[in-house]
């Protein structure tokens, strides 16, 4: 680890290396070993299978690791690959990455024109209906990865969430510091929302149709008598909707975007399959 470590930092400043043969292999190491969930780009907290190592970036939404070192080897992977065509039945694709492959053996069911591209971790039990999952992300069992929903470079996905339709979840590779989008278990996430820009989930959230999460939106608690607010993270287990607060300009006072938590879920609501009733609690649209 430490040796492929080094010759990737030292190739991220000297690109001559690259065309060195053992820089070239741990690249494409590195990249098979997030293919196969070996590697991630962000780790969770120590306790939850947190990388050992002690001198990565820490990331402030819930003390989850950046790997920057990951990163540069993903970037790196493509200046030493070549454009190719690839035909898949009547399809044909141009690129330099080839798709992910050995569905079967990993317990993933992929609906046709669902694509992952190699360098994308899809765990046991995974179901991708026609959907995107980019180079670098993390897709943990149990998750189901709806119709037209995609996962952005590097994204991380927990385990047992739900991406409905349409679902677009960021992705990010520079600054090497910045921190993913992570949907933490058993999240709801429903349909046409979007969370970029590193945008913490936190664990059993449901957010409602609608829903748009960047690093400056603001999300606020009204569920007490007075509002709390947060940015770039939702406090585990909140039911959130799209929301809108008036803001002066030069021009006169307009409407944002916003989003609001409008309660908690419930023990009740613990298991995937009752997702729909705190939705319904709350009156929220799926």
């Known amino acids: 680890m430490d040796v492929r470590k080094h010759l990737i930092e030292t190739a991220w400043n000297d690109r001559s290396k690259l065309k060195d043969g053992d820089t070239r292999t741990a690249v494409e190491s590195v990249v098979a070993d997030l293919d196969a969930g070996r590697l991630r780009v962000a780790s969770p ?6 990388d050992p190592n002690t001198d990565q970036n820490r990331s402030q939404n819930g003390g989850w690791t950046v790997h ?6 993903v970037l790196l992977y493509f ?8 035909e898949i039945g009547p399809f044909e694709f141009h690129d330099k990455i080839p798709l992910k492959s050995g569905y079967a053996e990993q317990g993933v069911r992929v609906v046709p024109h669902a694509i992952a591209r190699h360098g994308a971790f899809l765990g046991n039990g995974v179901v991708m209906m026609p959907s995107y999952v980019n180079i670098g992300a993390y897709v943990d069992d149990g998750t ?19 991406l409905s339709g349409g679902v ?3 992705g990010v590779l520079e600054p090497l510091q910045a921190a993913p989008v992570i949907v933490e278990d058993d999240c709801f996430i429903g349909s046409r929302c979007i969370v970029v820009e590193g945008v913490h989930i936190g ?6 149709a609608g829903v748009v999460l960047t690093k400056s939106t603001r999300i606020i608690d009204v569920s007490g008598p007075e509002p709390v607010e947060h940015r770039g993270h939702v406090p585990p287990r909140s039911v959130v909707i799209p929301g809108s607060q008036p803001k002066a300009f030069a021009a006169g006072t307009y409407h944002v975007p916003c989003a609001l938590i409008i309660g908690q879920r419930k023990a009740s609501t613990d298991k995937k399959t009752s997702l729909n009733e705190v939705l319904r609690t709350h009156a929220v649209a799926v």
Do not use: Y
């Open 45 to 50: 907290p120590a306790g939850e299978n947190a």
């Open 68 to 73: 920057q070192w990951i990163k540069q080897a």
């Open 79 to 86: 200046p030493i690959r070549q454009m190719a065509t690839l």
């Open 144 to 162: 189901m990865v709806d119709t037209w929903a995609t996962v952005g470079t590097c994204a991380q996905i927990g385990k047992n969430v739900h």
């Open 168 to 170: 677009g979840i960021g």
């Open 203 to 208: 664990r059993e959230a449901v957010l409602g």
